[in-house]
Every structure is written in C-alpha cells, then in structure tokens.
C-alpha cells in the first residue's frame, strides 16, 4: 500500500491548532544530526566527532568524544540513562557509561547508521553495506536476532546507498524507517511484512519530500522530519496525513525526538539550533 497523504479518520482534537517553539538552545554547531531526550531538561546531539549535553537554560553540559575519533550518526538514551551511539566508519555501536565508552556490536561487511531502542529493549538498527544494499537488523544485546531487507516481492525495500535513513518503533510495534534517498518513508510490522509507504502530501504535488529524522508519540503517531522543505509531516499509524507543523521557523529539521510529554524536540542542520516544539494541548 502506498500512501500519498490520503485523508485521516484520527481524532485530532488533541493537537494544538498553532504550534509553538516552548524552548530554543543555539549550539552554535552546525550540521547538528541526531537528538535524543536525557530527561525533560537535557538533551543530547551530536556534530562532527562529538556528541554534546545541553540543559534548556543553553548551557553546555558534557562533551563526549567518540572513540575512533569519526562521526557519530545516530544516537539515542537507553533506559538507564546511558547514551548509545552508531559509528558509521568504524561499523560498531557503543555505550557510554559515565566517562567509558564500550563496544556493543561491532559488524563486518556492514555499516551502522539509524538506531532505535524498542519497547522490549532490543535495539533496531539501519545497516549498509559498501552502498550496495540496507537492512533493518534487530539486535538482543550483542546477538542478532532478526533481518528486514527484503519485501513479498523479493525486491529490496530500502534504498541501496547512503547513510541519511532513521528509524523509530511505533506502539503498535510497527517499524517506521525514513529514507531520504527514496524520498519516502518505509513503516512494516513487527514480522518486517509491509504495512505502507508514504511519498509526502499529494497537494503539494510539484514538491519533492526530504524526510531525515522520524520519531512517534504515545498516540501513535508518526512524526517525519522534511529538511529541504522546513517543516513537520504528521501521521497517523496507518499512513495518512494528519498535518505539517510548519510555522515555527524551522530552518532544514534534521534530528526528532519526543520528551516525557510528547514535545517534539529537533535539530536544525543549517542553524546550530535545538527547538522543544509544543503541538499537542
């Protein structure tokens, strides 16, 4: 099923006719890729070969350096509160624990970039290799337990290059991948069967969709990140456009990720800026 924006039957009572900016942190990096929530007051991203803690006063934390000393490109905080990391070149997945960084999955052939930690614990994680072919890989601890490459059809369901795709779980269990080479966002079920594509709202039908970051919130929804175009798609679990969040002054949103109370948190590439965005009442 592919999806192009049709009409949604979900309730959007709850959404806020005007969203707003609630906080605004200038890092003064740009290329800021990833975010992910320490609590409702700190915030982790990462530019270049270090990831940064920031609190919603605008001050700098903790740095952290990588370990091979190459790019971070996807992060998130585990339960505990620790902070995991993909490093692309080095094709491993780490842990920082206070100030010591581990190991957790090193691959070989392939190349790690979007993570996400699922309702179980185990850990979804996007994978290239040498630009010929991606996956979707779930890991328990340090074991793989199931691959998602390939749809009915035989056909690969992920673009074959590039590193610029994120993933998130969905309460449903629904697997939600953004991949801004197909410019298309890719959601499967728990089994890896595939439930919909989506290819940006049809009335803007001149415009190419850019999606980077996606995340969802505890309604179901799906959140997508469109760079080039400066704005929020808004989904429900089955496909279909609920809204944009496009007033915000968002300049290229890269990274998404949701507080403890549903406020969108994003990173914008061009500006250096991480926005906390209230859209729900």
């Not at 590193?163 to 449903?172: P, Q, T």
């Not at 609920?242 to 549903?262: A, E, F, M, T, V």
Request: aromatic share 8%.
């Amino acid at each position: 099923m592919e999806s192009k924006g049709a009409v949604s039957s979900y309730p959007d009572r709850s959404l806020i006719d005007e969203p707003r900016i609630i906080n605004e942190i200038n890092t003064e990096k740009i290329a800021l890729r990833s975010v992910a929530c320490l609590n409702d007051d700190e915030i982790w991203t990462c530019s270049g070969s270090s990831m940064r803690l920031y609190n919603l006063q605008d001050q700098l934390v903790k740095v952290v350096q990588t370990k091979s000393g190459g790019e971070p490109i996807d992060i998130l905080v585990t339960r505990i509160g620790d902070l995991l990391y993909t490093d692309y070149d080095d094709k491993t997945v780490n842990i920082v624990k206070n100030t010591q960084i581990q190991t957790v999955i090193r691959l070989r052939g392939w190349k790690p970039f979007g993570v996400c930690s699922t309702s179980s614990g185990d850990l979804l994680i996007l994978m290239n290799s040498n630009g010929k072919q991606s996956k979707v890989s779930r890991y328990t601890g340090s074991v793989e337990k199931q691959t998602i490459q390939y749809g009915d059809n035989k056909k690969p369901l992920f673009s074959p290059h590039g590193c610029n795709k994120y993933i998130n779980e969905n309460r449903n269990l629904d697997i939600c991948v953004s991949d801004f080479d197909a410019k298309s966002v890719l959601v499967v079920n728990q089994a890896g069967k595939l439930r919909f594509t989506y290819t940006g709202h049809p009335s803007a039908t001149k415009e190419i969709f850019y999606p980077r970051g996606i995340t969802t919130d505890s309604h179901g929804r799906i959140l997508i990140a469109d760079c080039n175009n400066h704005r929020i798609h808004i989904l429900d679990q089955s496909g279909h456009f609920i809204r944009y969040i496009d007033n915000c002054q968002l300049n290229h949103p890269q990274g998404l990720c949701l507080d403890s109370k549903d406020n969108l948190v994003l990173t914008e590439w061009t500006t250096g800026k991480l926005k906390k965005i209230q859209y729900l009442i």
